[in-house]
């Protein structure tokens, strides 16, 4: 039998149906005739399963392996965002350090000018304090008011 053909086509150019058909035409025992049919019957179900059974591998075969590049497709979008993500947290982790950075200088240098404006006030305190003085006693004779 040849695999080029399957089920009724193989079975209407095979040479051995043509024998098993031109049997049962010749078979004069009705009980010979009926299990050359049955068997007959048998033979042409079991080729259509055959058929079907090779159609739904190939079929199988096939959504398998489209199902195959589907996963593969999602995984390589779920790493794709798996690896933005890391990226937007590098960043974001970048911006805060920056950010802490800038901000511990702003409040170094506030602290800083902070401590040289009390400085000054209090030189100025000083001063004033001192101008009072030189005014109460001028040419060292005490002024009164």
């Given at each position: 039998?040849?695999?080029?053909?399957?089920?009724p086509?193989?079975r209407?150019?095979d040479?051995?149906?043509?024998?098993?058909?031109?049997l049962i035409?010749?078979?004069?025992d009705?009980?010979?005739?009926a299990?050359?049919l049955?068997l007959?019957?048998i033979?042409d179900?079991?080729?259509e399963?055959?058929?079907l059974?090779?159609?739904?591998?190939?079929?199988l075969?096939?959504?398998?392996e489209?199902?195959?590049?589907h996963?593969?497709?999602?995984m390589?979008l779920?790493?794709?965002g798996?690896?933005?993500?890391r990226a937007a947290?590098?960043?974001?982790?970048?911006?805060?350090g920056l950010?802490?950075w800038w901000?511990?200088?702003?409040?170094?240098?506030?602290?800083e000018?902070?401590?040289?404006?009390?400085?000054?006030?209090?030189?100025?305190?000083?001063?004033k304090?001192?101008?009072k003085?030189?005014?109460?006693?001028?040419?060292?004779?005490?002024v009164?008011q």
């Open positions: 039998m040849s695999d080029q053909y399957s089920g086509e193989r209407a150019r040479p051995i149906q043509e024998q098993i058909e031109q035409m010749s078979a004069t009705p009980k010979d005739k299990f050359l049955i007959n019957k033979a179900n079991l080729d399963n055959t058929t059974t090779r159609t739904l591998t190939e079929d075969k096939s959504h398998t489209a199902f195959a590049q996963e593969k497709d999602e390589a779920i790493n794709q798996r690896g933005f993500w947290l590098g960043a974001m982790f970048l911006v805060q950010g802490v901000i511990q200088g702003h409040l170094a240098e506030t602290a000018t902070a401590s040289k404006v009390a400085h000054l006030q209090i030189q100025m305190a000083e001063h304090e001192h101008h003085q030189e005014e109460r006693y001028r040419d060292g004779v005490k009164t």
